[in-house]
């Protein structure tokens, strides 16, 4: 993985931490517990990529085996 790609995904960290605030104003409701802010969003959205992105690379090491 380059920088180049490295770079490609700051977008879509921006975007995804916007759908996800906007999703949880829809469900948060329904759950009884209160609705996040933006920069909240952000934090969830990194700690969620931080979490998956070693199990991809490793998901994407097993394939090209």
């Given amino acids: 993985m380059g920088y ?3 770079l ?3 977008p879509g960290f921006f975007l995804s931490s916007l759908i996800f605030m906007a ?3 829809i469900i948060a409701p329904n759950l009884g ?3 996040i802010d933006y920069l909240m969003a952000m934090l969830i959205t990194i700690t969620l990529w931080l979490a ?7 998901a994407g090491r ?4």
Avoid: D, N, S, T
């Avoid at 998956?52 to 490793?58: D, E, F, S």
């Avoid at 097993?62 to 085996?65: G, P, Q």
């Fill in 4 to 6: 180049v790609a490295i």
């Fill in 8 to 10: 490609a995904a700051i």
């Fill in 23 to 25: 999703l949880w104003g």
């Fill in 33 to 35: 517990v209160e609705k």
């Fill in 52 to 58: 998956v992105a070693p199990l991809a690379a490793a």
């Fill in 62 to 65: 097993r394939a090209r085996k």
